[in-house]
């Protein structure tokens, strides 16, 4: 029985291993492969320990000032059999290397190095752009980045306190920027309709209208007009928002809209009898992905709705950003600060969005990293049209919507 037990692990690992016979090439492509040591090596080397922490992450670090993608990422280092030892953060040998590292080095490698930067140089002199919640985050380096471009822009702030600091912030960065803070609080309707009626004044046409401003996973509270917040905000707002200022964007012979959603929007649910999760049904986590879930299905229902019109709409997941949307869970702070991306790297997809010219005769799509998302990889609830429909009619309704604005 011993014999046959060898016997068959001699063949398991000297005879039936079978050859790779293809020729593909992957020209271009950047493969990061973690091997215990290169002697003489015939390729680029980076320094990594996988028994620390800290070598991991200085590691992915060093990478992500390197490069801006990685194709193919081949965990291949290990450590066998050996004695009792301990890593350097004091984890046995064989599972804090061969497990702890590799995935920590797995994870950062999704956070760090795989976000593409959007790199065309396109300027967008004399256009209009409006951008929610641009006094901090994704949103304040959006308009840093277009008035960079150009741009004319407005940023819709709660807070004109902070609005007015990030005015000041970016006219120090780049002095011919173009650049006014209006007040906008999404989470009153009443404030919307203002901040439309005061852009309306000032301005007489709205080339980009970004939807970028939210809340995420708040206790239970509730907007001025009693909805959930974040769905009266993330959603509600924008909805009430964007149609207030559709009139100014058939102005431009194109014009585009773009709505910051969320990876989240996977798990989302549209509960149409409780839409607003009352009566025991509130779950802050649940809630996100269901206002980020509406982000998706406005957007393919704007596409729907404005054929013709010239005006294009997209959605966008834009990685996970050192943001002050965590700033409602404490546990969250470490995570942030160790691994989120930066907002300049969080907006390169809405400037992709934005920007891009290839995207001119796309609308209603859901884009990540720079690239659109595929329809077949979708949710099937994000691209249902009949849940489109009723989310519409719905959301109309709630915030009141003016006859002469409904498309």
Not at 30 to 51: E, G, M, R, W, Y
Not at 247 to 256: D, F, G, I, Q, Y
Not at 367 to 396: F, H, K
Request: aromatic share 8%; net charge neutral.
């Amino acid at each position: 029985m011993l014999w046959f037990s060898m016997s068959e692990f001699l063949s398991v690992f000297l005879c039936l291993r079978r050859r790779y016979s293809s020729d593909k090439r992957v020209d271009g492509q950047v493969v990061v492969i973690t091997v215990v040591s290169a002697k003489k090596p015939h390729f680029n080397t980076l320094q990594l320990d996988l028994c620390s922490l800290q070598s991991v992450r200085h590691f992915a670090k060093e990478l992500s000032q390197l490069e801006s993608k990685v194709d193919i990422l081949i965990n291949n280092a290990g450590v066998m059999i050996c004695p009792e030892w301990q890593t350097t953060d004091g984890f046995e040998m064989q599972f804090g290397t061969n497990h702890l590292e590799i995935q920590m080095s797995e994870f950062l490698s999704v956070f760090l190095c795989l976000r593409r930067r959007y790199s065309s140089d396109k300027r967008v002199d004399g256009q209009v752009v409006v951008i929610t919640g641009g006094n901090s985050g994704i949103g304040k380096e959006t308009a840093f980045q277009l008035t960079l471009r150009g741009a004319k822009v407005y940023i819709g702030c709660r807070d004109m306190r902070k609005g007015d600091m990030a005015v000041h912030d970016i006219q120090a960065m780049n002095p011919k920027a173009d650049i006014t803070a209006l007040q906008l609080d999404l989470c009153s309707l009443q404030s919307v309709r203002h901040f439309a009626k005061e852009l309306s004044q000032l301005e007489s046409k709205v080339d980009i209208l970004i939807n970028n401003a939210g809340v995420m996973i708040c206790p239970e509270w509730q907007t001025t007009d009693g909805f959930e917040m974040q769905f009266g905000t993330n959603h509600l707002g924008h909805f009430l928002l964007t149609l207030h200022l559709i009139p100014l964007m058939k102005s431009p012979t194109k014009a585009r809209i773009i709505n910051l959603s969320s990876v989240f929007h996977t798990i989302g649910e549209i509960n149409f009898q409780n839409i607003n999760l009352r009566n025991g049904a509130y779950n802050p986590y649940q809630a996100y992905a269901n206002s980020k879930l509406c982000n998706v299905i406005f957007t393919k229902q704007l596409a729907t709705r404005l054929q013709g019109t010239g005006i294009t709409a997209y959605c966008l997941h834009p990685g996970v950003v050192k943001t002050q949307l965590f700033q409602h869970k404490l546990w969250a702070q470490f995570l942030i600060h160790l691994l989120f991306m930066s907002p300049e790297m969080g907006c390169q997809t809405t400037l992709y969005c934005a920007l891009d010219d290839q995207l001119a005769n796309e609308s209603g799509f859901y884009y990540d990293n720079c690239r659109r998302v595929s329809p077949n990889r979708m949710v099937r609830r994000a691209t249902d049209d009949s849940i489109g429909r009723q989310l519409w009619e719905l959301s109309a309704d709630l915030v009141a919507l003016e006859t002469r604005l409904n498309i």
